[in-house]
């Protein structure tokens, strides 16, 4: 693969940043397009990854992404060039929202166009999800595993109280060793 | 020196938000009522203006909240503009950190069996999670639950407009695999606000 040069890395994850509406899980449809299907910078499968290990490390998931591809690309610069770009428009556009427009949010077109976006965005997680399942889903175990974990998110919308998905995310890392390990022994036996 | 301030608390909030931009939520709340840099009332506007803008939530409301704390002690533009910098960049220096750890750690154990494992796990718990914000995404997009639990009446439940739309896209994303997201995005917000979505 050529190497890919800083400032494109830098204008991809600006690109990227620009149009990521909805956080980091509705940015997985553009990373996927942008940087499996035009550039080949990255699998699916590797993305999967990222989202996996960006959801039990600290920070923001769409950074800890960035990160990771920029830094598999042009190693520890590469990583910064592309979290400065996938920050820059936001961070530009927030400061002069901040400066200027205090009242963006209550705007009549913003709303609109916003719940335009959001019909959109429902539709583009659920191609991710369509897309990367084969990746991630492989097997009974793994299934049992996502309906667990979803059901256990969706039942703190009839809960009074509600607990951090980090410990959804770290069972579940736990529920994958258990597992791998009694598929080998059993296959030793 | 307030910069300082603003970078170790915002790196804070990086380091302890695990799980993406709405856990950083209840840390921003903890400023609001420790240090007072900004008032509950600023917060949710914060919130409403991090939601409606692209890019990471996390990463603007650190934006946005950094300009108002170095704003509202200098009462200059110029300081908020560095305080809204200075908290960006104390917000994603702990993710940056930690991923180039990882990364490092990953090359070392990429045949380590408990790695494998956990990734294992992982990525199906990723999958659900993806799937759970999906879900929170069409609960306040395409459905009325308020206008449902008065009316009783099951025409009340779905918002159409948005459904409809929905549905389209998704048709026009099976047909034309080619277009590019971002297309789809920018439709949408035109057509919400020939439509008047909101």
């Known amino acids: 693969m050529k190497k890919v040069s800083l400032i494109e890395l830098f204008l991809t994850f600006m690109k990227i940043g620009a149009f990521s509406f909805g956080g980091g899980y509705a940015m997985l449809p553009i990373l996927s397009k942008e940087l499996t299907e035009k550039k080949g910078w990255t699998s699916d499968r590797e993305l999967t990854d990222y989202y996996a290990i960006g959801q039990c490390t600290p920070g923001v998931i769409a950074v800890n992404v960035s990160t990771f591809v920029g830094n598999k690309l042009r190693g520890f610069l590469g990583g910064i060039v592309a979290t400065f770009g996938m920050i820059f428009i936001p961070t530009v556009l927030l400061l002069v929202i901040a400066i200027f427009l205090t009242k963006f949010a209550d705007n009549a077109y913003v709303k609109d166009a916003l719940a335009g976006i959001q019909a959109c965005v429902c539709v583009l997680i659920v191609n991710a999800v369509i897309k990367m399942w084969k990746n991630s889903v492989v097997d009974k175990s793994t299934f049992c595993l996502f309906l667990v974990s979803l059901l256990l998110c969706v039942s703190t919308w009839f809960l009074p109280f509600s607990f951090s998905p980090v410990i959804i995310v770290i069972a579940g890392a736990l529920a994958g060793i258990l597992i791998k390990k009694a598929k080998s022994g059993g296959k030793k036996k | ?198």
């Open chain 2, 1 to 198: 020196m307030i910069f300082f301030r603003l970078f170790y608390e915002f790196f804070k909030v990086g380091l302890f938000s695990v799980g993406g931009g709405m856990a950083t939520i209840p840390f921003l709340q903890d400023i609001s009522e420790r240090l007072h840099w900004f008032s509950t009332s600023e917060l949710s506007d914060m919130i409403a203006v991090s939601e409606s803008t692209p890019g990471p939530i996390g990463v603007n409301m650190a934006t946005f909240a950094g300009y108002k704390t170095a704003f509202s002690i200098f009462h200059n533009q110029f300081a908020g503009v560095l305080g809204g910098i200075v908290a960006t960049l104390g917000l994603i220096a702990p993710a940056v950190i930690v991923i180039m750890l990882v990364l490092k750690a990953l090359k070392k154990f990429s045949d380590n069996k408990y790695v494998n494992g956990a990734m294992y796990g992982l990525r199906a718990v990723s999958m659900a999670l993806i799937s759970y914000a999906g879900l929170g995404v069409m609960k306040i997009t395409l459905l009325n639950l308020d206008a449902f639990s008065k009316s009783g009446n099951i025409a009340d439940l779905f918002v159409f407009k948005t459904l409809i739309l929905a549905v389209i896209i998704f048709v026009l994303q099976k047909i034309f695999k080619k277009i590019h997201p971002i297309v789809f995005i920018v439709a949408a917000a035109v057509v919400g606000i020939v439509f008047n979505f909101a």
